[in-house]
């Protein structure tokens, strides 16, 4: 297989997955970056190749257009204008639904067949127009989802009890922003219950840091991307190496009609199947709640 992968969007979080893949062992044989902005692109895929002699593997890197997406195995969406302090994930949606209708349309005219991965924020709702737009089957169209708030939920666990983090099994779920909120119900320390260890008081306050956290990263410098860059090399791993994970990426539930984080089983051909945890009453609303979020949003950019 040819595992070859194309961004799409050369800013901070494009080049941070970039760089990620690099300083890594990775399955991807070839990085093709793209952007509005082809000078960018080119100097981004110099300076990556400039760091290849000092890398654990090794890959080919250049830049490209969407013409170039034809016999990608996937695409990662990363373009687009980035949130400003103050701004929340939703005020983004004008801005950034008008960006993909037409470069879309670039992309399957190359006759792409592959998976696309959307990062670009408000994330579940370009997740959503990207499949809408592409036609593909909705287990080929994958957000980054909770993915990154669930490791922040998890750090600050781990960081809490004294374990490494991937003793932490939690997930935030629902919609990328405001209104995705802690599974506790399902969260656990190895094989026992995180409130064995934790008051529900304490929880709540590091649930709404996890959720806060890329606000607080924005006021102080202005964006966030190594944290999502790292997710997206494990996304990208995953699919490729077919590893069958879990991760909370934003898939298409067929119930709601809409894409939000929520645990899914993750390998070659995208989303393998979703996982079904029990949720409390509680949880089901918030859910609900979330749900109507992003459903509203979505109608608003197709309206």
């Known amino acids: 297989m040819a595992n070859k992968v194309m961004i799409v969007g050369t800013g901070n979080v494009g080049a941070s997955f970039g760089y990620a893949l690099v300083n890594q062992r990775t399955a991807v044989n070839e990085l093709i970056l793209v952007d509005v902005n082809q000078e960018d692109a080119e100097g981004e895929a110099m300076d990556l190749r400039d760091a290849l002699a000092m890398a654990p593997?090794?890959?080919?890197?250049?830049?490209?257009?969407?013409?170039d997406a034809g016999d990608c195995d996937i695409i990662v969406i990363t373009a687009?204008?980035?949130?400003?302090?103050?701004?929340?994930?939703?005020?983004?949606?004008?801005?950034?639904?008008a960006i993909f209708k037409d470069m879309i349309k670039q992309i399957m005219d190359s006759g792409f067949d592959g998976i696309f991965v959307v990062v670009t924020n408000p994330m579940d709702v370009m997740t959503h127009l990207v499949w809408q737009y592409s036609n593909l089957p909705p287990e080929r169209v994958i957000?980054?989802?909770?993915?990154l708030d669930s490791a922040r939920l998890r750090q600050q666990l781990a960081r809490r009890i004294g374990v490494h983090p991937?003793?932490?099994h939690a997930y935030q779920i629902g919609e990328h922003g405001d209104s995705e909120f802690a599974l506790w119900s399902s969260a656990f320390v190895g094989c026992q219950k995180i409130t064995?260890?934790?008051?529900?008081?304490?929880?709540?306050?590091?649930e709404d840091l996890a959720r806060k956290e890329a606000y607080a990263i924005i006021e102080k410098k202005g964006a966030t991307f190594y944290g999502i860059g790292a997710c997206l090399a494990t996304i990208v791993h995953c699919i490729l190496s077919d590893e069958n994970r879990v991760l909370p990426v934003s898939n298409f539930d067929e119930y709601s009609g809409i894409f939000f984080g929520y645990p899914a089983?993750?390998?070659r051909q995208g989303v393998q199947?979703?996982?079904g945890p029990?949720?409390?009453?509680?949880e089901q609303q918030k859910l609900n709640h979330s749900i109507d979020v992003i459903k509203q949003a979505v109608n608003e950019a197709s309206s």
């Open 273 to 275: 199947r979703r996982l």
């Open 265 to 267: 089983v993750l390998g």
């Open 166 to 168: 991937r003793s932490i």
């Open 278 to 282: 029990s949720l409390s009453e509680d």
């Open 196 to 206: 064995d260890f934790i008051e529900a008081e304490e929880l709540a306050r590091i």
């Open 80 to 97: 687009g204008v980035p949130q400003q302090p103050g701004e929340t994930r939703m005020d983004l949606l004008k801005k950034n639904a």
């Open 57 to 67: 593997g090794s890959l080919r890197i250049k830049s490209g257009t969407n013409a």
């Open 143 to 147: 957000g980054s989802g909770t993915v």
